[in-house]
């Protein structure tokens, strides 16, 4: 991908890859201050289709439209498209579309999450990450610092429950959550810090507790760390995340990867070492 975008989140829809992320193409280079949302799809992981921009803040009246699109995450469910977009840093909006890339309206009109109004949201609830489980349970993750766990409605419209903490061993979690499942297992990814590495812990339930487990993906050499996981795409698993190795990049001009995650016999995470080719054509 040779814009610069960052913080992926990426999905499988139709058999096809859908990256979804924030847009440091369209800062100022002085910080995170993009308004946009963008996303690129791929059938083969090498060759990229540029969607352009999917969102705005504009999109959400209660937005103040200035700044802070910050990292998103995208669900499918009953044929459509859930756009869960983090505003102002205190708020999370969800956008509805009838495609992978949208067109994507506002569904309700107001924050599913908002952190004066919600017990427990945090002091900045922001990178949502949704995981639909086998059961049709939804869940979303999101925060910094502590990380927050609330189960969904079926319309994905709404909380159902508390806002809990999680507990995750080692206490290193900084932000940039992450939900997976292989082989029964949740496997719960995160940032460790400014800069960080990619840390995860699995657990037996979505909600935890989460027993640390290893390094991911080392320091990327820029300020943040963000990643998420395309499980048994065409037989294979695929680590995406940003680092500053495109010419001009840095921490405010960020740039995605994509390499192959592998797991050993007994389920731990082989550390990606990170290429700069990315990966071979998937046929």
Not at 188 to 217: E, N
């Amino acid at each position: 991908m040779t814009r610069f975008v960052a913080d992926p989140a990426a999905h499988v829809f139709n058999g096809r890859v859908y990256v979804y992320d924030t847009d440091d193409q369209s800062n100022d280079g002085t910080y995170w201050n993009s308004t946009v949302w963008h996303a690129f799809s791929s059938d083969n992981l090498v060759d990229w289709t540029d969607e352009g921009t999917v969102l705005t803040l504009q999109a959400f009246a209660y937005a103040s439209g200035k700044w802070a699109a910050w990292a998103p995450d995208v669900v499918s469910k009953d044929g459509k498209y859930y756009f869960f977009a983090p505003i102002d840093r205190w708020q999370i909006g969800v956008a509805v579309g009838d495609s992978p890339t949208g067109p994507f309206k506002d569904a309700m009109g107001a924050p599913l999450i908002q952190k004066d109004r919600d017990v427990n949201a945090g002091d900045e609830p922001i990178d949502p990450a949704v995981l639909i489980d086998d059961d049709g349970q939804a869940y979303l993750y999101f925060g910094t610092r502590v990380p927050k766990v609330v189960k969904l409605t079926a319309d994905l419209l709404h909380l159902d429950g508390p806002i809990i903490d999680m507990s995750v061993s080692g206490n290193n979690y900084a932000e940039a959550p992450w939900m997976g499942k292989h082989n029964g297992t949740y496997y719960f990814s995160y940032s460790t810090g400014w800069p960080g590495q990619i840390a995860y812990g699995t657990s037996a339930s979505p909600l935890g507790p989460f027993a640390f487990q290893g390094i991911v993906l080392d320091y990327d050499g820029i300020s943040t760390n963000h990643a998420s996981v395309v499980e048994n795409f065409k037989g294979k698993s695929y680590l995406f995340y940003h680092n500053g190795k495109l010419p001009g990049g840095g921490d405010y001009r960020r740039s995605i990867n994509v390499d192959e995650l592998r797991y050993d016999a007994n389920g731990a995470i082989t550390q990606v070492v990170q290429t700069t080719q990315g990966v071979e054509c998937v046929p």
